[in-house]
């Protein structure tokens, strides 16, 4: 197990599919979590003997005033501190072509993947004053076609991972963007509904990554979850 103990650990989307497993890793591996969802009740605790713990919060990246609500609280549960922020939660909307997709939807997506996810991390910026890392789960799905709001939120989650790792290097963090590839999601499964589950690996299997970068290394500033580390 990587050396994650005793960091403080956000995850954002953490009731279900990759965010639960790396809350539960974290939290075996000896580090304290904060696990967000919009309803904190769906957080799985970690197992009893695990040496780390897994906090709920309650958090709609499409909802400003809750974005600020959750950052306040996880500054209160860590003590003013966070060592590295895992932005996971997203929505998928509308697999359709541009030309035809209601742009309600892609406003939607847009405003909890894209500019949640941005607001969320600058409320947290005042926690990790001693550095740390974000870490951005971005996917193969950005800029591609037919895949509506989620394909532009992905592509702005890569402008934003790489601007960030520009702007927030000289405080000590490191940003990186981990595309997981396909996983055995329900959001997977929502976007490839005649797809076996069974052929696609489980979210444990990108976990490794997740943990070296919280442990301080830096891949750079986009990395393939299936490709490192090796």
């Not at 501190?81 to 998928?92: P, W």
């Not at 939607?108 to 949640?116: D, I, Y």
């Not at 590839?181 to 589950?197: K, N």
């Amino acid at each position: 197990m990587t050396d994650v103990d005793d960091l403080h650990v956000v995850v954002t989307g953490a009731s279900r599919g990759i965010g639960a497993a790396l809350a539960a890793a974290f939290a075996a591996g000896g580090a304290d979590v904060v696990g967000t969802a919009r309803n904190p009740a769906t957080v799985v605790a970690g197992p009893r003997d695990a040496p780390g713990t897994i906090t709920p919060v309650a958090l709609d990246l499409g909802d400003a005033a809750s974005v600020s609500a959750a950052a306040t609280t996880i500054g209160s549960v860590f003590h003013g501190s966070c060592d590295v922020l895992i932005n996971n939660a997203g929505v998928l909307g509308s697999r359709l072509p541009l030309a035809d997709i209601d742009l309600h939807d892609v406003e939607r997506v847009l405003t909890t993947n894209l500019l949640g996810t941005l607001r969320f991390t600058r409320e947290m910026l005042p926690l990790m004053a001693r550095g740390g890392a974000i870490v951005n789960v971005t996917s193969a799905a950005a800029g591609r076609a037919h895949w509506g709001g989620y394909s532009i939120s992905k592509a702005g989650i890569d402008a934003i991972t790489t601007m960030l790792r520009d702007e927030l290097a000289p405080r000590g963090i490191r940003c990186i963007g981990v595309n997981p590839g396909g996983i055995r999601t329900e959001m997977r499964a929502d976007a490839y509904p005649e797809e076996d589950p069974d052929t696609l690996p489980a979210p444990a299997s990108v976990v490794p990554t997740f943990l070296a970068i919280a442990a301080g290394a830096d891949p750079g500033p986009l990395v393939e979850a299936r490709t490192w580390p090796g």
